[in-house]
Structure formats: C-alpha cells, structure tokens
C-alpha cells in the first residue's frame, strides 16, 4: 500500500511532551531514574537532530525486548578489565543508551588521564544513534569515535549473498568554535537500516542499488521484500571492508558476537545476543592548544560551505550543520511524528498504563 | 594514445633487486643508512604486496623533492608534546616513510604501557602506502590504524566543484592466527589517486563515476583530462564526509594543513607543505587473551569466505588476503613493473650515478 504525500501523515509533537512519555515508558519497564532519563535522553536527542530511525520509532522494539528479558531493565554495569587507557566493560544485557553512555563517560575520565581513552563494551544492546556517544567527549573538549557490531546482520561480505555482516555504524565528533561540531554518522551500508525502515513505514518504494536479492542479486525496491535480499555496502567492497574491521574491533575483540554468531535479519527475533561497541575519546589539549584548534575548525567548516557548488547543485554541508538545523527547527517547532508510530506508540502507552503521547503535547 | 594491451609492457623485476635499487637511490638522496632501510622496505612491500602506485612507481617524484629541498633527507624527528597515551611529533619535513615508521613505533610503546597509543605527526610527507604503518603494530599483537591528510586536494566536498578535500585514507590492521591479518587500506575517494595515475600510465579509459567535471559535475574518463575534474568520493555523501574527519584529525589536530591550505592538484608543485598524519596502536591484550582472540578472528575469516556466494561472483575475500596472496606471488616471480615506469627511473638512475634497474637481475 504506497502513500502518495506524506505530510498528512505526520503530527508534530514538542520535545517536553517527547522527553515526559519516554520517561514514563522506561519507569514503566522498571529502569532506574536514571537510567530512564539516559535512554530518554538519547532517544529525544535522535528524533530532535533528525536519526527518526533511533527516536521513539524503536520503542516498541525496546519495550517488548525489556519485557521479555531480552533487554535488562536493571543491568549492573561491571569493568572486566582497565588500563590506563583502556577499559573492557560488561553491559548485562542493559540498553545500549545506558551501556554506552557509561562507556563514553569512562573513555573521557580515561582520556582525561592518559590523552586518549578507548573502552569497549560486551554483552551490551542496540544503543541508537552512534553520534550520541561520540558527542559525549565534545563537553569536555574531546574527540569522539564510535564504532558498533549491529546486533543484527544485514549485509552478505563483497561477492557474497548471506547476511553474515552487520550495517555496522561508526560516528566521529569534533569540537568547533563558533559553529556546530563536526558529527559524522555513518551506517557501513549504502542505506542505513533506519532509512530503509522509514521507506517501510511510509509504503514508499526504495531507491535502486539499495538492497540486493540473495539470488541473483537483482535490485529490491519494494521495502516489504527486504527480507528476500542484503543491504548493499557503501562503496561497494570498501564499505564491506570497514563494517568488517569496525565489527571485529567492536566484536571480537570485546569477546563479542560478529559474523555468523549474529542472527540473519530475516530469521526470527529471540536468542541472547552479545552486542558489542567501542567508544574512543582524544584530549584536544593534548595535540593542540584548545582555542587554536576551535578556530581552525571554524575556519575550515566556513571555507568549505561557501567554496563554489556544482550548478543547480544543493548547499555544501558540513557533517553536523544539518543536525544543528533541525534541532533548534525541532526544539522550536516540535519533532514531526509519523501516524502509524503515534498509533503504534499509543497502543503501547495502553499496555503500559501510562498517559498516550497523543494526550500530551 | 591509449594502447589495447598491457602484458607486452612489464616486466618482472626480483623484490632483492628492486629493494637494492630503492636503497642505492635513497642513499644518492643523502638518506642514512637507517632512514633508506626504511624507505627502500616500505616503496618495495607496496609493490609486493599490489600498493604499486606506492612503490617504485612513486620514486621519480620522490627524488625530485629530496634534491629540491621539499623533502629533508636528514631529518631530525622531535617530539613536542607527550603524554601517557599520546604524542604530537615533528617530521621536520623527513620523507613520510621515516615519520610515519617513527609515529608507529612510537604508539606502540605508548600502547604497551597505557593500552592504547595515539600518535600525530606534522611537517610529514607522502608516506606511501597507509597499510605499512598499521601493520607495524601486528608485530606486537596490537590493532594499527593510520590516516593521512593528503599532501594535495582531489576531491570537492559534497556538492562542491573545488578540490578542497584530499582522498584522505585511512588503514586498519588486525591480528589473526593461521590467515593472513586482516588488513583494510582505503582512500576515501571512490577511486585512489594511484589507481587513477595508473590508468593514465597505462594510457586506458577510466570507469565512468571516478572524476566528475569542476564545471558541470559530468565524468570525466580521459585520465589525461583529470586536472579538469575533482574526483568523487565513496559512497557520495558518506565519503566526503569520512574524508573530512581524518582530515580534521590528521591535519588541524596535529597542527597541520587541511582544506584550502593545501594546494589544488591542478596547481603547480611547490611550497612548504605540512603533511598531518596519525597512528593509533591498540593492544589486543588488554580486551580478550590473544590466543582467544586470534582463534575467533581466524573463525571468522574462514566463515565469510566460506560463505554463499552471488551466482557468477570472484570469491569472497577479506581485506588482506589478496595482499599476501600477491606478496607471495611477487616474492617468487617478481613485481611486475610498468615499460614507462622502468624507462622512467632508469633514467633517474643515471642522473644518480646509480646501477640501473634494467642492469639488475
């Protein structure tokens, strides 16, 4: 059933009202206070800058995840092993917000030590965006870089055609000046499983080149027969090449699951996953005087967005411009919410027993 | 004038008479001993292991900026800030071999005492091949990874039409037990500048999709036409985007050129340059016991190669595996090097008062 418009399927909702109904949602799984307010925080912070596919469009996953104890409401999150500029950590089988929220603080209290701090986590969970985690170093004037094994496995290695691969994301901030950070946010894919999702959801048919089929490896546009096929790597064996290394190191090396220990997208949900991620934090101070390096940032991201465009051609952007844009839009206008989410979240909001989002606002 | 067939115009050379020639000629250059070892090792295990636009092929402009003073035979590496985990060195503009064998080292030290070492240099140089230094900590049963901040610009930031933005490449290498390291070495362009300089060494069309012309955005495929063009980065978006973060980190963090400091491809050579680049050393050790580790990433290699193959497909293979294959190819038979490129640095080797390559076995 393909949608023509989709504007009248959209309701905006302010960021208060947002923030409230997903921390009553987690109260309702039994998290702690605090970590209600992490993943509600995340989760806010995704649909504010513009990661649909990581704001409340999930919580119906991880809601039935936490309710059948997939998901640990009460993880007791425990350091395996740390160095002075390393740590392992272990997630229980937390959320991966609050997992790798405690990752990211521990790489800066590191990195604040030793200049750079990298700490990996195990048996952790689908954590959202990965930008969240590398801004969290940004407040103490720190690169970020964060690299995750998805927890699901949706691309075949380059010339394979068996989802043994996951869209393995990694993201990278940087602090500027005046202008908005540097965030790059990346799936390994061409298309980001959050893209394809939201394609489902709207009923639209996907861009060509997006989604192989596992037999011949034909093009899938229809977003209803993903599961006949693989997503496709960005720049082809390059991109199947850095999801394999990002999962090794956020995997493996965490003694984490990667590769054939990670269920096929299109197998049935279920089974005790072992999600692994990284999260690397680097002093600024440690390379270069603060402001100076601020300034240059600054100096570069202005060089570049008013250097000569391609004709007919859209603004040249900076990663992290369009993030900024949409978030004060956002915060001033409210996050415009898809109708079948209102309607699924809503339908939740019952089985919780907790006010709908639709009766906030 | 673009011929129809290669074969006619190599020739094999053995890896000890290559190596002795890159050593003879480096020695002409008024290298030490020690720093010719070095250059000599990483132009010949580029050429050995299929990098050949980082071998020999690179020499003739190498040699040109060491006798011109773009390069300083003689330099004296200095470390300007050190802490626990990091380090900021000064190339003091020493041939990128010798800086960036220095910086790896360096991390690795770093990485034995604190986990992790994180090392940037300024006032670099081309260094080759970005696989030769993450591969350095291997030797110690660490994780490499290296970027670089081009000496010069290729690529146009999304949507742009000015080469502000180098092919920024970024290596990582990891340990395995019985199969070969897994090891990545990507441009963050869709084509490297040494595949395209190939193509135009061997007088061939390029694919459509590599260059896109400054004035209109249409490809380019005339390699001889690429000073006309910028070329495009993997996976549109996301490349441009990836380049821009290793620049940031590589160039500005390290106090060293990015953007519209360094010059257009188009432009003639010349100039102080300050060449960013960074190393990271990560020891496994400190995350799972290595035999555990190496054991499951053997797994996996084997696990994705062994896997279900698009009909009609080459094999699958990880990043690394074609690397040895060539290298032990290569080691047996030969490099296989380019008529135009022998040409070329016999007649540099006369300018050298050095035995020519063509005299040598």
Not at 77 to 86: H, K, Q, S, V
Not at 209 to 233: A, M
Not at 272 to 282: E, M, R, W
């Amino acid at each position: 059933m393909l949608t023509t418009t989709e504007s009248k399927t959209t309701r905006r909702v302010s960021a208060a009202a947002l923030h409230a109904f997903l921390m009553d949602a987690m109260r309702a799984c039994d998290l702690s206070e605090a970590d209600a307010a992490i993943v509600a925080g995340a989760m806010l912070e995704a649909d504010l800058t513009g990661s649909d596919a990581h704001g409340i469009f999930r919580l119906p996953g991880y809601v039935k995840a936490l309710k059948r104890g997939a998901m640990n409401p009460r993880a007791n999150i425990r350091e395996l092993e740390r160095g002075p500029a390393t740590a392992l950590i272990d997630g229980d089988h937390g959320m991966g917000h609050v997992v790798m929220t405690y990752a990211a603080n521990l790489a800066v209290e590191l990195a604040r030590g030793a200049g750079v701090g990298w700490v990996g986590a195990r048996r952790s969970n689908h954590a959202g965006a990965g930008a969240t985690y590398a801004a969290i170093p940004l407040r103490r004037a720190m690169v970020g870089i964060y690299g995750a094994a998805s927890s699901v496995n949706h691309m075949a290695p380059w010339g394979g055609s068996e989802p043994l691969l996951g869209t393995n994301p990694m993201a990278v901030a940087i602090p500027a000046g005046n202008e908005p950070p540097v965030i790059l946010d990346i799936a390994t894919s061409l298309a980001s499983n959050g893209a394809i999702r939201t394609y489902e959801l709207d009923g639209k048919p996907m861009p060509e080149g997006w989604v192989q089929h596992r037999q011949d490896g034909s093009s899938i546009t229809d977003p209803r027969r993903i599961n006949e096929g693989t997503y496709l790597p960005m720049g082809g064996y390059k991109g199947s090449g850095l999801s394999l290394v990002i999962g090794l190191l956020a995997g493996p090396l965490n003694r984490a699951a990667f590769g054939r220990d990670i269920r096929d997208f299109a197998a049935p949900a279920g089974g005790d996953g072992n999600v692994g991620q990284f999260v690397i934090a680097l002093d600024v101070a440690r390379f270069a005087p603060l402001d100076m390096f601020k300034a240059e940032v600054d100096r570069h991201i202005r060089e570049l967005v008013s250097s000569r465009r391609l004709p007919g051609g859209d603004d040249i952007r900076v990663p992290g411009m369009g993030r900024a844009a949409r978030r004060a839009e956002r915060e001033r206008d409210g996050v415009p919410l898809n109708a079948a989410v209102l309607a699924q979240v809503d339908e939740l909001a019952k089985s919780l027993a907790i006010t709908p989002l639709g009766a906030r606002a």
